[in-house]
């Protein structure tokens, strides 16, 4: 399966990444409430580091490294913060698949716009549509999965990490215990990562 990851991924693995450092992090990074969005979070941990496994194939487009330079930079906390961005996306090039922009059909430009409403969002899911990939992955619940439904008639499903987990594969609870032993819960898991991101945000 070919997945394309939308630009607001890499502000999440940026959070995972963080975290697991036990570095800091500005309380504008983390997405919240916490406590509903720490599925994610897992969901994408995994699916990052099981790809091999699952025979996945990621990719994403030079809007995903445009979109990361023109970040503003307002502290030096916000300046580390994009310094490691970029050089994420650098190392994720590496296990992605980056490809040039693509030639976007007007009309296809123009229906996308009609379910989409930011510009950025639409020039991403028309690459993903011109590219051939099967998911556009993303946690842009407002902008992008809640219109997931008008997007398929495009050959294209939007989705969030943990759907695409237990849409495909199984629930994060299965997932947890079958890489760390039955007498683990997705809870424990929750609460071990809940605990360690706010640990390292900066108050």
């Not at 997945?3 to 990074?29: A, E, K, M, S, W």
């Not at 916000?78 to 970029?86: D, F, G, H, I, Q």
């Not at 051939?132 to 499903?157: N, Q, R």
Request: aromatic share 10%; glycine share 4%; hydrophobic share 40%.
């Amino acid at each position: 399966m070919r997945l394309y990851f939308d630009t607001c991924i890499v502000n999440d693995i940026f959070v995972l990444l963080q975290t697991q450092g036990g570095d800091r992090l500005h309380p504008r990074d983390v997405k919240r409430p916490l406590e509903q969005w720490v599925l994610e979070y897992i969901a994408l941990y995994y699916l990052l580091d099981l790809d091999d496994q699952w025979e996945l194939e990621f990719g994403s487009s030079p809007i995903m490294q445009e979109e990361l330079k023109r970040t503003s930079i307002r502290s030096i906390l916000a300046r580390e913060k994009k310094n490691t961005m970029l050089q994420i996306c650098d190392l994720f090039a590496q296990k992605t698949l980056f490809h040039e922009l693509l030639p976007v059909p007007e009309h296809l430009f123009k229906k996308v716009s009609k379910v989409i409403p930011h510009r950025k969002d639409v020039e991403h899911v028309c690459q993903a549509v011109v590219g051939g990939w099967d998911y556009f992955v993303t946690t842009d619940f407002d902008s992008i999965l809640a219109h997931a439904e008008h997007l398929k008639p495009f050959g294209i499903i939007a989705i969030s990490p943990r759907a695409f987990v237990e849409d495909n594969f199984m629930t994060l609870e299965q997932l947890v215990r079958t890489l760390h032993g039955s007498w683990t819960s997705v809870g424990d898991i929750e609460k071990s990562w809940i605990n360690e991101i706010k640990a390292s945000v900066e108050i």
